[in-house]
């Protein structure tokens, strides 16, 4: 039983500016949701998203709501019957994850018989730009296996070319969040093809993508915005190779969990990603991504500083979360 409920609002700096085809912005504003039982805590964290109509005022509201059925012993299975997917679920849902680790001594990993965890190769961000000052980013991500590009705008065939030439080691994925049309996506993808692209992320705006299934995809196809739960898994088939399963799409990790094991007999493959926030965000997303095809949680080093303790960024590797951070 949850006898205190705490929800606070943090605003943490990015390290310059964060831009993708929809806008830039210059902080994560994230809702903090924290459980105590009296004796023990635990934490979760969310970023709401516009896109999906959600505010810092709304996913608040949403988890407040919650307060009396947690008091009444609400569990993270009947979550889904009082609230719907989306960032206040996900952090209620990764704070009784925490909370349960905590009162059991044993760590969320142990819990779900993901032990031992191993460190991951995680992406890290060029933001859309100019062709010149993207090309200059990737030239400095050069020695990163794993770069993940925001495009989705005019002339994206010569954004494409710059960074690959900038970074000629580096696999590289390309993020359009859904800033191309059925007029320039062939076009693009094959520029992505012939620069050795490896996957392109939500190329066409959500529920306007079905020239993916007439087309070719000559290199795969994940899919984001148009992923969000268990249940849209079966829409995606025929236009998508993957798909990118975030906690704060899903309603928190164990609708991940499902939607992973579903995609996998899908036939899918497997991006965990991320919104920009700290490390305690992207600490249940570390258990989440340890099969994963893709990783994509380097929303920590967009920022000007992280949580402390954070999780260990060595280069592109991340290690597993420590019990103080989360699970």
Known sequence: MVVSVEISVERWPIAGTFTISRGSKTEAAIVLCTLSDGTFTGRGECVPYARYGESLDSVCAEVEGLREALANGATRD????????????????????DLEAKRSGK???????????????????????????MAAAARD??????????????????????????????????????????????????????????????PLPAGK?????????????????????????????????????KLDKTGGLTEALRMRKRAR????????????????????????????????????????????PGLNFQGSRVSPPKPELWG
């Not at 996506?185 to 939500?202: D, P, R, S």
């Not at 995809?217 to 995606?236: K, N, R, Y």
């Not at 490390?279 to 997303?285: D, K, N, T, V």
């Open 209 to 245: 993508d079905a020239i993916l299934t007439k087309i070719p995809h000559p290199v795969p196809i994940c899919a984001d915005e148009s992923a969000h739960g268990t249940d849209d898994l079966h829409t995606l088939l025929g236009r998508y190779d993957s798909i990118n399963i």
């Open 265 to 308: 007999e899908l036939g899918f493959g497997i991006m965990v990603g991320c919104m920009v926030g700290t490390s305690l965000a992207m600490a249940p997303a570390v258990l989440l991504a340890q099969d994963a095809d893709f990783v994509d949680l380097d929303g920590p080093l967009i920022l000007r500083e992280d949580r402390k």
């Open 141 to 202: 991500f050069a020695d990163r296996p794993l770069i993940k590009v925001k495009v989705g705008g005019e002339n994206d065939d010569e954004r494409i070319r710059a960074v690959a030439n900038a970074a000629p080691s580096s696999r590289i994925i390309l993020d359009a969040n859904e800033g191309w049309s059925d007029e320039n996506i062939v076009e693009n993808m094959l520029a992505a093809a012939k620069a050795g692209v490896v996957l392109i992320e939500q």
């Open 107 to 133: 760590t969320v990993a142990d819990i779900l018989g993901l032990s031992p965890l191993h460190d991951l190769t995680t992406a890290v961000t060029v933001s859309f730009g100019d062709v010149q000052t």
């Open 78 to 97: 009947g979550l889904p019957v009082l609230i719907g997917a989306g960032a206040a679920r996900n952090a209620v849902d990764c704070a009784l994850w």
